[in-house]
């Protein structure tokens, strides 16, 4: 197993989480729901590329799911929600709901449930690989949530509603993929 391999893999599975969580601190996240949030990512970023590897294959050509359209239906529902949001008046602390912080794991989640298709031709220490992944994971998620918050606090409320733009145009993105 080559260490740096798989720490450039965890960072390149990590990236889009890290900037969508920036994109999603501007809606001013509470601390408790940043590490929970963070913490959700990560256990997707563990559990994906072991679905990956254990029935991966099976359900892209039995059921022919396409993962780009579960993408785009999630970024673009998340994208709306904090256009709307970013139009209403007061500015508080965002409580976000459990079902939100789950289907943005999984939206962030799904290319590492990819690399756990060739899971095996990386290393035969099948559960190290996804660990190093959600420790990644974590820390990225929670470092762009934590940044996020700090771009809010200087460009203001002007943020949010680019974010959500944003995720949206990622939405559309992934289908043309």
Do not use: R, W
């Amino acid at each position: 197993m080559h260490i740096i391999f798989i720490l450039s893999i965890a960072i390149s599975l990590s990236m889009d989480a890290f900037s969508l969580a920036t994109i999603y601190g501007t809606l001013l996240v509470s601390h408790k729901n940043q590490f929970l949030l963070s913490l959700i990512v990560g256990i997707y970023h563990f559990i994906m590329p072991l679905l990956g590897f254990s029935i991966g294959t099976f359900l892209i050509y039995t059921l022919h799911i396409n993962p780009n359209l579960i993408v785009f239906f999630v970024f673009t529902f998340i994208g709306i929600q904090m256009i709307l949001e970013s139009l209403k008046k007061e500015e508080t602390v965002q409580n976000l709901n459990l079902v939100d912080m789950i289907m943005f794991g999984l939206a962030v989640s799904i290319d590492s449930f990819s690399v756990g298709l060739g899971l095996e031709a990386i290393t035969n220490k099948i559960f190290i690989v996804p660990f190093i992944f959600s420790i990644t994971s974590f820390l990225f998620t929670y470092l762009g949530l934590l940044l996020g918050g700090k771009i809010k606090e200087i460009f203001g409320k002007i943020t949010t509603c680019i974010g959500g733009v944003f995720l949206i145009v990622i939405g559309f993105l992934y289908i043309f993929k």
